[in-house]
């Protein structure tokens, strides 16, 4: 972003900072967009995905609304067991609370969208193919390395009192 813009940024010039890869089916190069226009409440990243990866495994926050716009690419969304093709200028929907969700990169070529979102000083992300729960509460402007309590792991049913001696 130039100094003499401080209000734009072109998706172009976003630096893709961060890696999301682990084994052969999650891969993707992640530049932050809203934090480099100075948002303090309004997440945005720009994903870039190889050919037959994803992002991220399936999931839910419940205190994350997400919004993703498609720039180029093609691909699918799988949403609660459903899944629906997606191309460029498709806005696709992920509400806190609802299903879970997922974006994949079918096509032949890189998978460019933008993912918007609140940023919540917590959040619980459910990974159903897993069984994992992430949950953060605590986190300034949703740094998660900030957050007053995080944890992530697989949960055991317990009775409320469960352990507790006085």
Known sequence: MSNDKPYI???ADVKLGWTSHNGDA???RLGGVGSVLGF???GSM????PPGKRAFPMHRHHGVDEMFIVLSGTGEYRVDGET???RP?????APAGG???QIVNTGDEELRYVGISNIADCDVIEYPASGKVYAMAGAREGDPSSATYSARGRLAAADYWDGEEG
Do not use: M
């Open 9 to 11: 940024l072109n998706l």
């Open 26 to 28: 999650f891969d993707a």
């Open 40 to 42: 303090k409440k309004l």
């Open 46 to 49: 720009l994903h870039v995905v």
């Open 84 to 86: 629906f093709p997606i």
């Open 89 to 93: 200028g498709d806005v696709l929907a």
């Open 99 to 101: 299903p879970v969700h």
